[in-house]
């Protein structure tokens, strides 16, 4: 198999090889049942300091590598994400808790991730300058060198190779850290896609560990960027010791997207996107529609609808039945999203469905009443529940979308599209869709929030992924050397 565990069980992928971590091993467990699927290796700051020494070794012949060489191998790396898409995503279901259709939605992801990036290394890399010298005046795009990922439990498969495939393409090695909770399929998975794929040994090294890998990462000086999804909080720490060793740390944090419901809206259209915004992969993702802003002529309406259709999602086991929504991670994400919905109760917001949970497994929730005070409304929940609030005015949607300090996505649900768009100007956010729900991506399309949500488009299309992961070189040549006055 693919995936057998006696390539990867107690090991990291380190130097080209599979070898014990420093740090030691820990279970792999399904969230839906408890079951220890197996033990990945778990990685330490001195294995870090390893992985960046070899990872620099190997960088420099990599980047040297044809650029048609570089190109294959992010294309075989595509081509493996389909040929071995039924047993990733069958680990991707299992530890995860994914419902298949978000297990094979990250896998079509993932081979597109690589095609995109296979197309990276024949770009232009670099511009011819006018310069007042009789020199030939150029700047070029060089790659940084080694690149630290450092990716979340929630979406493993996207959140890794979205800045993995891109990096490697344009010359960089990379040492990606998921998280623990999804080692196998955020780390271990495409450890192999690429090592199955030609990639030289060292060029990619995946160590999974904790906080102190993840420092290790940030301040060791032969890194010299770091992409970063994760938590706010969380993002705020890597941003701030990134900055004390002079690093690029590129963001993609949390989000509380609004989705806003205007009065000419189709009310069935509108709580189908809703549902699907809020519930979709349990509500475990960033842009998750957290905030249902509804015009209050609709309002009641769209609730019962909404209500209803919560209520109708079965929520269970994705390996052993069909159901709408899986697991929760743990239970510690599962308390944080009962304590923000009991709180919110308490705060006055009514339970139109759901707000009850069996075993990690959560319903599908719907609060009503909710106001900008309501904690549901006011913080990331990352569980399945769908806080509404209603609006009068076009003006007062616009100030409640803005409320609070994130800035990822927005939908807005309205029969006039251009009048959709003049009110998405009126709310910052990185990403807009007019008539659709928030949640949404493409490997070719810039991705990334703005405020507590991240430091702007730094993934997806090619002008974005060449910023993020390469510096800008100011080259010139003379025929002659200058004469100087001393």
Request: hydrophobic share 45%.
């Amino acid at each position: 198999m693919f995936l057998d565990a006696a390539t990867w069980e107690n090991r990291i992928f380190i130097g080209g090889a599979w070898a014990p971590g420093s740090g030691g091993s820990m279970d792999v467990t399904e969230p839906a049942t408890g079951s220890v699927l197996g033990h990945v290796g778990v990685a330490s700051a001195d294995d870090l300091g390893r992985a960046a020494e070899s990872a620099s070794e190997a960088q420099r012949a990599w980047a040297a590598t044809p650029h048609p060489e570089r190109a294959e191998v992010l294309r075989r790396a595509a081509r493996l994400w389909q040929e071995h898409a039924e047993e990733i995503s069958w680990w991707n279901i299992r530890e995860v808790g994914a419902v298949p259709a978000m297990a094979g939605f990250a896998v079509h992801v993932a081979e597109q991730e690589c095609h995109e990036a296979a197309a990276l290394p024949s770009r232009p890399y670099g511009e011819l300058l006018p310069s007042e010298e009789p020199r030939l005046s150029m700047a070029r795009r060089m790659p940084v060198g080694v690149v630290g990922v450092i990716s979340p439990f929630n979406v493993p498969i996207i959140l890794g190779i979205r800045s993995v495939a891109p990096a490697l393409a344009l010359g960089n090695a990379v040492i990606l850290k998921p998280d623990p909770r999804t080692a196998v399929t955020g780390g271990v998975t495409i450890a192999r896609i690429f090592e199955e794929a030609g990639l030289p040994p060292g060029v990619l090294q995946v160590l999974p560990g904790g906080a102190d890998v993840g420092e290790a990462m940030i301040t060791h000086p032969l890194v010299r960027v770091i992409s970063f999804t994760g938590s706010t909080a969380a993002g705020r720490r890597v941003g701030e010791l990134a900055g004390k060793h002079l690093k690029r740390a590129h963001l993609e944090l949390g989000g509380n997207s609004a989705l806003l419901i205007l009065d000419d809206a189709d009310v069935d259209a509108a709580a189908s996107l809703s549902a699907f915004g809020a519930f979709f992969h349990q509500g475990q993702i960033c842009m998750t529609t957290g905030r249902h802003l509804v015009h209050e002529s609709v309002h009641d309406d769209f609730v019962e609808r909404l209500a209803a259709k919560a209520a109708a999602l079965p929520v269970g086991d994705p390996a052993r039945a069909e159901v709408a929504l899986g697991p929760l991670i743990d239970a510690g994400q599962r308390d944080k999203v009962h304590r923000l919905v009991t709180a919110s109760v308490d705060a006055g917001a009514k339970l139109a469905a759901g707000g009850d949970f069996d075993g990690l497994c959560y319903a599908a929730t719907v609060l009503t009443e909710v106001t900008p005070s309501t904690p549901a409304f006011s913080q990331e929940i990352f569980g399945p529940v769908a806080p509404v609030a209603r609006f009068s005015t076009v003006e007062e949607a616009v100030r409640l979308a803005t409320a609070g300090e994130y800035g990822l996505s927005l939908g807005i649900v309205t029969r006039d599209v251009m009048k959709g768009l003049a009110v998405a100007d009126r709310v910052p956010t990185g990403i807009v869709h007019i008539n659709d729900q928030t949640v949404s991506d493409e490997a070719n399309s810039p991705f990334g929030g703005i405020g507590a949500s991240g430091t702007g488009s730094r993934f997806g299309g090619p002008a974005a992924n060449v910023e993020a992961f390469t510096e800008t070189r100011w080259v010139t040549m003379r025929a002659e050397p200058p004469a100087y006055p001393f």
